[in-house]
């Protein structure tokens, strides 16, 4: 993590960029995780855990998506949310636009930053947005247009980078050239998403040694699935690469409805006690976010995947039992 080369993952050395210690997390259960929820999650209580996560200390939160009401109920209330949240200073508040009209919507409601996804794969992104990833590349350009002058940055996702549940994987060249289209258009950010969770760290190493000297460590997000058991390995093999900025869903929730068997997202505060064990600073407050991750059952109306809420972090000792008698 000092700038050697790492003969065990890809052979890239570490560009530093005085984070070494650092690792960033990027909050996206209010977005990622409440979509495919099958109970809708009250507006106040979005608000209310919004805030809860800002005081945290994030310094970014995917907030919501400007997509059609009919296509994902769970998040029709965008607006609202966005409406209600305290702005913490530090926190930049995101929200994933499909379309133009979704980007004229998300400026509407203020937001600081507008994430764009397409899948590098043609036949996830047929299923996820229903037209080919060029189209939806082409679309880009013109959210880009409405985007121009506002002030609000712009971050765009390659889905399926990391495989296909329908095609299986993806050539590396495929995804570094959609990643080139995105950069053309003038994006400020570049996510991978692992939308199917079917990574493996050597895999993961490999496509972000090839994508660190084009993007920069400082605008690279790493957005993991657990669907394999996989996501924190996968982590630490992108950190020992270079990368610095990773998104998770606290307790863990999410997956992708167009993805047969994809779990939930990489748990947040099983991340951040990860990094707090490894002695890296995230800057967030890991015992507020077990307290949120342990309310998230009375909001979604079932278990949540997380384990450091079920466990405790490793400092969290316990009494030793009574001595038996001799």
């Known amino acids: ?34 979509q495919i929820e ?3 999650v009250p507006t106040q209580e ?15 939160i995917e907030v919501s998506s400007f997509v059609s009401p009919k296509a994902v109920p769970a998040l029709s209330d965008a607006a609202e949310v966005f409406a209600g949240i305290r702005r913490r200073r530090g926190t930049v508040y995101v929200a994933l636009v499909p379309n133009p009209k979704g980007a004229e919507r998300a400026l509407q409601a203020k937001v600081g930053e507008i994430n764009l996804v397409a899948s590098v794969s043609e036949t996830h ?13 082409q679309g880009f350009a013109r959210i880009m247009e409405t985007v121009a002058g506002s002030g609000v940055s712009v971050n765009a996702t390659v889905a399926t980078a ?45 496509l972000v040694a090839r994508l660190l000297p084009l993007v920069g460590a400082e605008r690279l997000t790493l957005h993991f699935h657990n669907t394999r058991g996989l996501g924190l390995a996968n982590v630490l093999a992108a950190f020992e690469t270079g990368a610095r900025r990773f ?17 939930g997202n990489i748990c947040t505060e099983d991340l951040v006690s990860m990094a707090h064990e ?4 995230t800057g967030l407050d890991l015992e507020a976010l077990i307290g949120l991750s342990r309310d998230l059952p009375r909001l979604v109306g079932h278990d949540v995947p997380g384990q450091v809420a079920k466990a405790g972090r490793p400092c969290d000792l316990h009494p030793a039992p009574p001595l038996k008698a001799a």
Do not use: H, W
């Open 1 to 34: 993590m000092s700038g050697a080369v790492n003969p065990d993952m890809s052979g890239a050395v570490n560009p530093g960029i005085g984070l070494a210690d650092t690792l960033i997390v990027q909050e996206v259960a209010t977005r990622d995780g409440f």
């Open 38 to 40: 099958p109970v809708f």
């Open 46 to 60: 979005k608000i209310r855990l919004i805030d809860a996560l800002a005081e945290a200390g994030f310094s970014r």
């Open 125 to 137: 992104n047929r299923a996820n947005m229903g037209m080919s990833p060029d189209a939806s590349i």
């Open 162 to 206: 990391f495989g296909c549940p329908f095609e299986g994987d993806q050539p590396e060249d495929k995804v570094v050239a959609q990643v080139e289209r995105y950069l053309s258009l003038g994006v400020d950010g570049v996510t991978l998403a692992d939308t199917t969770g079917m990574a493996n760290p050597r895999q993961v190493a490999r």
């Open 247 to 263: 998104d998770a869903a606290l307790g863990g929730l999410g997956g992708c409805p167009f993805a047969p068997g994809a779990t």
């Open 278 to 281: 490894m002695g890296l600073t």
